[in-house]
């Protein structure tokens, strides 16, 4: 596993943009798919984006394609997600996950073994 530190987040309107940044401490993230996921208030965590080792491959739920982009730098062992023209069924704890073993993603909860602490967006209309 590794320790994985989320930064980013807040309060934006409709439209608007925030970036989310998930950083690996004391490890790599060399040879392991990325994936980001979010938690609403009364609902199953879920699927938003996943990115392949070393960064070629990438997939997106239907609801944020051509919206949100999800990058890699694996230089700073660092994974984004770039979330442009918000919608207020946006607003949930975002979390970044590492699947250890696999440069393939997944878009199963279950297929990732480390999670970052979370990061609340909330999109006002």
């Known amino acids: 596993q590794v320790q994985l530190v989320q930064s980013g987040g807040g309060l934006v309107q409709a439209g608007g943009s925030l970036r989310l940044s998930c950083a690996a401490s004391?490890?790599?993230?060399?040879?392991?798919?990325m994936g980001w996921f979010r938690q609403a208030p009364g609902k199953e965590r879920e699927f938003v984006a996943f990115?392949?080792?070393?960064?070629?491959?990438?997939y997106y739920t239907d609801s944020v394609t051509g919206r949100f982009t999800i990058s890699r730098d694996n230089v700073k062992n660092t994974v984004y997600l770039q979330m442009n023209s918000l919608k207020p069924d946006d607003t949930a704890v975002y979390y970044c996950?590492?699947?250890?073993?696999?440069?393939?993603?997944?878009?199963?909860?279950?297929?990732?073994?480390?999670w970052g602490q979370g990061t609340q967006v909330t999109v006002s209309s």
């Open positions: 990115i392949g080792w070393p960064g070629s491959t990438t």
């Open positions: 004391g490890r790599t993230l060399s040879w392991k798919a």
């Open positions: 996950a590492a699947r250890s073993g696999y440069v393939s993603g997944s878009t199963a909860v279950a297929d990732y073994d480390s």
